[in-house]
Nanobody
Framework: VQLQASGGGLVQAGGSLRLSCTAS????????VGWFRQAPGKRREFVAR????????NYADSVKGRFTISRINAKNTVYLQMNSLKAEDTAVYYC?????????????WGQGTQVTVSS
């Protein structure tokens, strides 16, 4: 499966953005999907994960209550709704697929999308 992240941009602190992760090559419903981010000079970090069915989600503590991950399998797309954005959310955001048996072996990393939050 090939993944492509989109929807990034420049937003003021307190604002919102919605990122999309679109799949091609295979149906995305075969995979759990995660969002990750990497800020300049920092290691890539986990942001959120959604199960193949959408029934289970997990979030990093730093984004809980502000970000929501969701998916529409019929559209082969996973979303990351980001609200109450902070300057520290500035990073390149990537999506990746976690194949069966869904043990966190993320692959098929898409090209990232830049999110910049101005304070």
């Amino acid at each position: 499966v090939q993944l492509q992240a989109s929807g990034g941009g420049l937003v003021q602190a307190g604002g919102s953005l919605r990122l999309s992760c679109t799949a091609s090559g295979r149906t995305l419903s075969d995979y759990a999907v995660g969002w990750f981010r990497q800020a300049p000079g920092k290691r890539r970090e986990f942001v959120a994960r959604i199960s193949w069915s959408g029934g289970n989600t997990n979030y990093a503590d730093s984004v809980k209550g502000r970000f929501t991950i969701s998916r529409i399998n019929a559209k082969n797309t996973v979303y990351l709704q980001m609200n109450s954005l902070k300057a520290e959310d500035t990073a390149v955001y990537y999506c990746a697929a976690d194949p069966p048996p869904f043990e966190g072996n993320f692959g098929s990393w898409g090209q990232g999308t830049q999110v910049t939050v101005s304070s």
